[in-house]
């Protein structure tokens, strides 16, 4: 049986990341300070009966995960348990049955199994997950080189492949981002953290139930990843997922996502108001197929309705491309439809200092951007803050609600 190890970790201040890079003194991702794990008391305890806590893995504002071992037959698994300030929190518990029940209801390779839940004996409530070895997509975009394009379109497939087994499973994620895809050593793309899933309606497959009295008047979400149809609260639907598919597509082929300001209305109101740039206009060293930029023009529609007509069609046409990719390798030159090998650079990209990407503009440009926002907020009933909400796990582009006046 392995040691149970209080392992010394850097936690940032912000994203609730974790590094056991002692030479680390801020956070990769988002330039946050980090500082020590404290010393935690469930380090070496045995939850459930039969998980002995081994290690932490990282911590977000309502949960934290482990590294734990099952007994007696050893076998090493992750195990997410509410933090001990939310207990008897009924929003936190509401959020974590539904994380459990909704990623139990899905068969795929490609999300993250789930083999336990239940309650502490101090009354947290837990889940026991298979142990993924790997990194989040977001630490792959932002370790040079990125992904080339090639890489991006197999990640895209997988992640496709899950929401095809999520949709027919009548669950929609809701809160698809980078930071809730993860890549796994062994080349599996994994998608997990289904706390703010959405049921759909066992009559109509394209349809969510009403939601819950406190998401009544909220906008639940991540803005850099969110389909207007969210946003203007019209409904929510499968090809909501799909757009949010689109916007990691675009920014794994060229760095950044198609809509982004500092503010999270300013974000939301260009996701309603904008169409979005070409790949090859954003970087014009991009050689790829005019099917890709249809692609991702398609999943990036304003209205549901236009986007494919489900994850299955995402990805047929993901899988074309790949053998695209395949054929032009094999005849070694130059495809008229692109080569789909370039390495995006690192070097060319522009962040904000909160370590979030962000396209250059114009300061006319972000001033009708902030006014047309602010317009935006008063018709949709928004308050003038955001209220940010760390989810069950690090993330690095909160998901935010909105709740109206």
Known sequence: MQQALAVELRVCTKCRASYRDARLSVCPRDGAPLTMW?????????????YQILEPIGQGGMGSVYLAERLPDELEVAVKIVRPEHIGNPTVHERFLREVKHTSAISSPHVVKIFDSGMSDDGRAFMVMERLEGETLTERLRRPPGLRPVEALHVARDIARALAAAHAAGVIHRDLKPDNIILCRDGTVKV???????ALIPEDKHKVAEPSLTEAHRVVGTPAYMAP?????????????????GVI?????????????KDAIGTMYRHIHEAPKRLR???PGLDIPGALETLVRDLLA??????????????????????????HARRGGQAETGELTKVWSPKDRISSPDGEPRRPSKLKKRLFVVLAAALLALVLGFGATAAL?????????DAVQLPSD
């Open 389 to 397: 909400i760390y989810f069950l796990g690090p993330s690095t582009s």
């Open 249 to 261: 597509l675009y920014e794994a082929m060229v760095g950044e996502p198609p809509f982004y300001e």
């Open 281 to 283: 206009e954003v970087d």
């Open 302 to 327: 304003k209205s549901a309705a236009d986007r494919p007509a489900d994850a299955n069609d995402v990805v047929q046409r993901l899988e074309a491309l790949m053998r695209m990719a395949r054929d």
């Open 192 to 198: 997990v953290d289904l706390g703010i899933a959405k």
């Open 38 to 50: 404290e010393e935690d008391p469930l380090i070496g305890q045995v939850v459930g009966g039969r």
């Open 229 to 245: 149809e969210i946003i203007t609260k019209e409904g929510l639907y499968p090809a909501s997922d799909l757009y949010a598919l």
